[in-house]
Structures are given as C-alpha cells and as structure tokens.
C-alpha cells in the first residue's frame, strides 16, 4: 500500500517488481485491488513513466504482485531497464492515433508520410498491441502500398532502430523473398562471397511463411543473437557475419511484424520489401542482390510478377542510394533434401565441407555467389559463377565459414553428423511406381511446420525424390522428424491429407456422385 498512490484520476505510484516469466508480449501485472481502485481492466494498454522514459505494456490482472507492486515480463527488461523495487508512475495510456491510419489502410486510402511514421513508431513503442498489428499487416496484405508509401515505410522502420557504420567499402549483400522450403542457399552464398575479399554483413529473419528462415538455420551451427558492436567487430576482422535482424535494435518493427506475418502466413509485397530494405539500410549495405524465387507455392508464382517485384526493389533502392540487382531463381519445388532448421545446417555444413551437394543448391548459391562477385568487382563479367564454385570446391568458402561460426560463438569443428535431430521419425513411400512430377511447396512446409519446425530444431523433413526422378512402387519418398510422437502424429496426419508428392500415373482424386 505504500507505494500505491492514486494520482488525480487513474494513475498511481507503483513498486517494480520483476517476474521470472516470459510473455512474448510486454506486459504490466497489477494487483486485483489496484486495478480496482484505479479502473484499469485486462488487456488496456498502460504506460510506465520514471521521469527518464515512457513505456508501454498490456495490463494482466493477478495477486502474483501484491497491492501498490507492479509486475514486469522479461520481455520487457530486455529491452528496458528497470529495477527490482524502482518506484514507477503508471496510468492507461488511451487510444493510439495511429489506429486510426491502421484502420484509413483498411480502407484501401493511401497513407501520408507522417502517419506511416506514426504507425512504426508506436509499432515499436509497443504501443500498438498484436491485435492491432495484425490488423495493419492484414490491411497491407489486401489494399498494398505505392512506391511512396514503401518508401516511406522502409525509412521509417530503418530510422526508429539503429544504424550500423562498418569501415569497411564496398559493402555487399544478399537477401532472399525466401518462400521456397529448403532454402540454406544464403548460408553457402555469404562465406563464399567473403572468402573472395568482400564483405558481406547479413541479416535474416527468422521463418515468416517456410518452416526455416535462415536465421533458424545458422542458430544451429552458432549464435546469431549479437550486439551491433559485436557485429561490427566481427565483420571488421572477417568480413561476414550471419546474424539474426530481430536481436539488434536494427528495423526494430521489422521482427514484430514478422510475428504477426507468421501467425497469419503472410507476406505482404509492400511490408516485405520494407523488411528486406529497412535491414539493408540501416546495415549500410551499398551493392545489394534480391533473390526471388518463382514457381508454383511460393510467394512469386510468375514470372511476370517477378519482373515486376524486381523493379520495385530496383526502384526502391535508387530511393534509398543502394545499388540493386535481382535474381529470378527457381522456386518450383524446395530447394536441396531437407526442409527445417537442424536438418538444412546439417545438408548445407556438408555442402560447405565437401563443395559437393544437391544440384539445387550447389547451383543456386554458386549462381546467386557469382553475381555477387561481379557487382563487387572481383570477379570479370560472366565469370562470376566459375569463381564462386571454385572457391566452394577449393574448400575456402567452408574456411570462411568456421571463421563466422567461431567469431558468433560457435564451435567450428562441428561436424553434419553430430547436429541433433529429432528421432521422432516416420517414412513415406511411394504407393506406384512411375515419375515424380510435383512436390508441392506449401505441402511440404505444412509438414514441416505441423512436426514441429521451427521453433523445435530437429524437426523437419527429407526428401529423397525430386521432380522428374523416376520411382519404384515402395521407394522411400521423404521421412519425417520431430522431437516428440504428437508432433509426428500431426505432421503424418497432415501429409497424408495434402499428398505432398505426385507420380505419374497416380489417381489425383475420385469424383462420385454429386
Ligand atoms: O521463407 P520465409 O520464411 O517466408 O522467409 C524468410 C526468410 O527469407 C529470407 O531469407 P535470407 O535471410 O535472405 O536467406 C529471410 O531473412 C528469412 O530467412
Ligand atoms: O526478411 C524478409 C524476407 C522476406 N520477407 C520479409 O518480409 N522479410
């Protein structure tokens, strides 16, 4: 009681206290009584000032804090300080105006620079809540943004974070739409293009639509969750890094969005270019390459509206003063066997260490590799792709890569075979003999996500067919893994429904009476 001291309406003096759980949200615990007294309801948004900041949580009503207390998530101390005991001001924070040009996007209107900085800033002021930023991703999704408004969206995302100033010129990069299931391809591209003398300092994100976003993938083989002084030492000394976006305080809003894309499995063009360029700016990157894949079940199914993405980000990028090249790669079925996070480190760990793997990937990082060499002025024109496979065969890009796992923390010996993976497993196989003809990508990441991926590691699938292989009836077509027999019962139950592999020959459906 002592502390809790009604102020003139709804406002009280409260006691921190620091609760060992995690959220996922920011959240303020209040007592039942406080809440009482001062009207606060479950779910308002409140703000907590010391005189030095302002922050903002959703109230969770629970006697785990007694009266004049207030309780804080750790997800809110990693990203504020407050201590154990600091007495606070709290009071409801009201209504977010940018609501309102949440729900004007809603409306299919065009937004003004202002009002897009405003839905950033309280994106990352956690001001806006879940509900409300699923609503302004769903918004982007149906009624898009212009070229303006992209703009204005990736600057504004850029500059509420922070700035990376490596010394170190020219500064490359590469970044994939992602989409396509399997794809480990940017692990292989960074250390070959650093092996060649440049620098290439790369974010990812964690999944949005696939079961692995590459993110997940390198946090198998090392840590990805670094400072940007960590980062800017690393890629100073080696030239590479392969970090997570979402740990550094860079495009702070691009990793909440994303949450929100994940949940829904969505992308939406106009946030997905913002996220990719935000990153790239606030890196400082100057000569970047976009890979899109195309194909059917991945997010650019044609060619055409892969032109027509590629002149967005080309576009963009003459906005912002980055120079930018697109790749259109091929995105019809996953890319290399496997499909999950330990299980795509393992495939591409010996792919680095062999320069041998599956033809897809061996071809895409090489190609995507190769381009990067030429825009960066180490390789001739044309002669990119050669360099690049030779510097994967030679063994230096798989150098380079126990340079990058050893600098972020990672134990560089470690071999494909010692990565865990789930022993939860179960095999499909072919019910006909005949040719495969379709793996079908949204299938397959279905699969993956229902064993279990990515949030567990080991979960995933590998794929022992690709289309155009020809198949004996009870040919193994791909096993599933997870870390736990529900997770396994799920992912079989959802294959079986969706019959991610087609052989010629097959009946595709029965048809009976209508
Ligand atoms: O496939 P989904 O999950 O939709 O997209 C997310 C993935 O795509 C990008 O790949 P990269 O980091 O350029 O390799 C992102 O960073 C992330 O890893
Ligand atoms: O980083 C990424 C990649 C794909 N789509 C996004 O929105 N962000």
């Not at 209504?95 to 949440?102: A, D, G, L, Q």
């Not at 305080?249 to 969505?266: C, F, G, M, V, Y």
């Not at 063009?269 to 079940?297: E, H, N």
Request: aromatic letters at 4%; one cysteine or more.
């Amino acid at each position: 009681m002592e502390y809790c001291q009604p102020f003139g309406g709804r406002s009280m003096k409260a006691k921190i206290k620091i609760l060992d759980v995690y959220t996922g949200r920011f959240v303020v615990v209040i007592n039942e009584k406080d809440a009482k007294r001062v009207k606060l309801h479950p779910e308002d948004l409140v703000k907590i000032e010391t005189g030095k900041k302002t922050v903002y949580g959703d109230v969770v009503i629970s006697n785990m804090v007694e009266e004049g207390e207030i309780g804080l998530s750790k997800d809110v101390l990693q990203v504020h300080s407050f201590s154990q005991g600091e007495i606070v001001n709290i009071a409801p924070a009201g209504t977010p105006e940018s609501i309102r040009y949440i729900k004007k996007k809603m409306h299919g209107a065009k937004l003004r620079k202002v009002e897009i900085e405003s839905i950033i800033k309280d994106i990352v002021d956690r001001k806006l809540r879940e509900i409300e930023i699923s609503a302004f991703v769903t918004a982007l999704e149906v009624n898009g943004l212009d070229m303006d408004e992209i703009a204005w969206l990736t600057v504004a995302m850029a500059e509420t974070g922070d700035m990376l100033d490596i010394d170190r010129k020219p500064i490359m990069d590469v970044h994939s739409i992602g989409g396509v299931p399997g794809n480990k391809t940017n692990i292989l591209v960074v250390p070959i293009v650093a092996a060649a003398g440049l620098t290439i300092p790369k974010t990812s994100s964690r999944a949005i639509t696939s079961a692995a976003g590459t993110a997940d993938v390198v946090e198998v083989l090392t840590n990805v969750s670094l400072s940007l002084d960590e980062i800017k030492r690393i890629v100073e000394k080696i030239g590479a890094c392969l970090v997570w976006g979402g740990a550094l305080n860079l495009a702070p809003a691009d990793d909440i969005t994303i949450k929100a894309e994940r949940a829904l499995s969505i992308d939406p063009r106009g946030l997905m270019l913002a996220s990719i360029m935000s990153k790239k700016y606030a890196m400082g990157s100057q000569y970047i390459l976009i890979d899109i894949p195309t194909g059917k079940g991945v997010k650019v199914e044609t060619m055409e509206e892969a032109r027509s993405l590629a002149r967005d980000f080309i576009e963009l990028g003459k906005r912002l003063g980055q120079y930018v090249e697109v790749a259109i790669t091929y995105g019809g079925q996953p890319v290399g066997h496997t499909v999950g996070p330990a299980l795509e480190a393992k495939e591409a760990l010996q792919t680095l260490m062999t320069g041998k793997g599956p033809g897809s990937l061996v071809e895409k990082a090489t190609g995507l590799a190769g381009i990067l060499l030429e825009m960066g002025g180490v390789a001739p024109a044309g002669m990119g792709k050669k360099m690049a496979r030779e510097i994967l065969e030679s063994g230096k890009a798989y150098q380079k890569m126990r340079e990058i796992i050893e600098e972020q923390g990672g134990n560089p010996d470690i071999k494909p075979e010692e990565i865990p993976i789930g022993d939860k497993t179960y095999t499909f196989t072919a019910p006909t003999s005949g040719y495969i003809t379709f793996i079908d990508n949204k299938a397959i990441t279905g699969i993956a996500r229902a064993a279990g991926a990515p949030e567990d590691k080991g979960a995933g699938l590998e794929l022992y067919v690709k289309v155009g292989e020809k198949v004996r009836e009870g040919d193994p077509l791909f096993k599933i893994y997870a870390e736990s027999e529900a997770r396994l019962e799920q992912a079989i139950v959802y294959a079986r429904r969706t019959e991610p592999i087609r052989i010629e020959g097959m009946v595709l459906q029965r048809i009976g009476n209508i």
